[in-house]
Structures are given as C-alpha cells and as structure tokens.
C-alpha cells in the first residue's frame, strides 16, 4: 500500500490467479503493447486481476457512504444514458462536458455493453463495470485527454480511488511507453505523484451517483468532490522534453 493512502484504497495485488488466468492477462498484455486499441484484451485483463481488490472494495464499507447504498440498489448502467438528451444541456454542465467529450474524441457508448464476464459475485461483477464506465467521466471531472500520457496520469488518479491492479501495470508499462521514450521527463519526475495525490485529496468517487448530477455545472460537481483539474500550466508542463541549444536551430 502506498504511503498515505486510505483504508478503502488498498491495493490487493492478484495472488490467487491460476496458471491459465495469468497466461491470459499475459497474452492481453502483449497484443495491448503492440495495439493499445486493444479494448477486449484490456477489459480481459483488468478484469481478471481485479478480482481480489474487487471483493475488498465490496466488503470494505466503500459502497456504504455517499451514494453508494442506491448505486448498488438500483445499479445505474451508463448504456441506458440518453446521451441525445446530453447533447442538449449547455457545455458548462456535468453532462454536457461528458457527451462532448465522447463525440470529440470519437468513442462510442456502446463501450458500455461489455459485461464483467469473469466476475461470480453480482455486487463485484457490477462495481467491475461500474468502474470501467467511471473511466471516461472522470477524463471530464480531472480535464485529462485521451492520449496516451493523460491516460498514465488518470490511471494513477484512479488508483487512489479504487486500488485497482491493473492501474499499476498500466503506469508501469505505460510510463516506458508515453513518458520515457515520448521525453516527457517532468511527468515522470513529478507528474505521476501528483497525479495520485489529487486522487487521494479528492472524496471516494466511486460512491456518487453520477446520473443525478448530469444536469449540475461540473465547477460545482468538481467543487463538492473536491476534484483539481489539469490546468494549461499542467499541461505545459506535460509536453515531451525540446533540446533547446545551437544543435536544436541547425536540425529546425
């Protein structure tokens, strides 16, 4: 467990996987390498290795604060979001952002009919997608894109939210991929920390409602949770690292 983190956001690492499951998050793991469009092997995989932190989740409390009693109640599905009617509320709000955010960047909702299909317990089985769907509202709430280096940083802002396995592989290998090689130094000096205490400093989101706050101004929804989004100075400070001497002019 990282230093400083809440009880609820323990990480519980996969011990109990058999051969057959490792080899399969194995094999997900390589084809995701070669083709992060990957999103069956990438659902797979997470999936598979959150068993453990799933049931922690389930039995810790989490799901008792906040909201979560009616979430696990009525298991709100983001599939069955009107997302026509999102389109109509103005940009400002929580909604708005939300559906403006997936028809920007071109991805689809029916993402959210893939089912947990690794998962025996219901409870479990709806919190594993219940976070896979939090994923692309919470790119909205932290004003992370969708490249590949915001998607490290989100990761490691999730972690502090839900402890979940697959997030840790994800800025390991990601880290390499979109921070090293891409030359983006100051995140992987400082961004990647950063990232996990705005998570930690921010309330547990995985017990908020988040179809009854469609309508709210997402200031106000980032305000209450108390969420701090990247600001442009963030995101300058995201940008791959420029040799900025003689040879920089001579190779312009």
């Given at each position: 467990m990282f230093p400083g983190m809440a009880t609820h956001t323990k990480i519980n690492l996969p011990t109990n996987m058999s051969l057959d499951q490792w080899k399969t998050v194995g094999g997900c793991v390589v084809r995701v390498l070669r083709d992060s469009n990957r999103t069956e092997d990438i659902v797979t995989s997470e999936e598979?290795?959150?068993?453990?932190?799933?049931?922690?989740?389930?039995?810790?409390?989490?799901?008792?604060?906040?909201?979560?009693?009616?979430?696990?109640?009525?298991?709100?599905?983001?599939?069955?979001?009107?997302?026509?009617?999102?389109?109509?509320?103005?940009?400002?709000?929580?909604?708005?952002?939300?559906?403006?955010?997936?028809?920007?960047?071109?991805?689809?909702?029916?993402?959210?009919?893939?089912?947990?299909?690794?998962?025996?317990?219901?409870?479990?089985?709806?919190?594993?997608v219940r976070i896979r769907?939090?994923?692309?509202?919470?790119h909205v709430l932290t004003d992370l894109g969708v490249e590949g280096h915001d998607e490290i940083l989100l990761h490691s802002f999730s972690l502090a939210q839900t402890g979940m396995p697959s997030s840790v592989l994800l800025m390991v290998l990601g880290s390499l991929k979109h921070m090293l090689l891409e030359a983006r130094f100051g995140l992987l000096r400082s961004g990647l920390l950063a990232?996990?205490?705005?998570?930690?400093?921010?309330?547990?989101?995985?017990?908020?409602?988040?179809?009854?706050?469609?309508?709210?101004?997402?200031?106000?929804?980032?305000?209450?949770?108390?969420?701090?989004?990247?600001?442009?100075?963030?995101?300058?400070?995201?940008?791959?690292?420029?040799?900025?001497?003689?040879?920089?002019?001579?190779?312009?």
């Amino acid at each position: 467990m990282f230093p400083g983190m809440a009880t609820h956001t323990k990480i519980n690492l996969p011990t109990n996987m058999s051969l057959d499951q490792w080899k399969t998050v194995g094999g997900c793991v390589v084809r995701v390498l070669r083709d992060s469009n990957r999103t069956e092997d990438i659902v797979t995989s997470e999936e598979l290795a959150a068993q453990a932190q799933l049931h922690h989740l389930k039995h810790s409390g989490v799901m008792t604060g906040g909201e979560g009693p009616d979430i696990m109640r009525e298991r709100p599905h983001f599939g069955d979001v009107d997302f026509d009617a999102l389109r109509a509320l103005p940009a400002t709000t929580l909604g708005g952002a939300f559906v403006r955010f997936m028809d920007d960047n071109g991805l689809s909702s029916s993402l959210y009919d893939i089912p947990a299909k690794y998962t025996a317990d219901p409870d479990e089985a709806y919190l594993m997608v219940r976070i896979r769907h939090s994923h692309d509202l919470w790119h909205v709430l932290t004003d992370l894109g969708v490249e590949g280096h915001d998607e490290i940083l989100l990761h490691s802002f999730s972690l502090a939210q839900t402890g979940m396995p697959s997030s840790v592989l994800l800025m390991v290998l990601g880290s390499l991929k979109h921070m090293l090689l891409e030359a983006r130094f100051g995140l992987l000096r400082s961004g990647l920390l950063a990232a996990f205490r705005r998570g930690r400093a921010a309330s547990p989101l995985l017990t908020v409602y988040w179809e009854r706050h469609f309508e709210e101004s997402l200031v106000s929804v980032r305000e209450r949770y108390g969420i701090r989004p990247w600001t442009s100075r963030d995101k300058q400070a995201s940008q791959p690292w420029r040799w900025a001497g003689p040879l920089a002019a001579d190779l312009s």
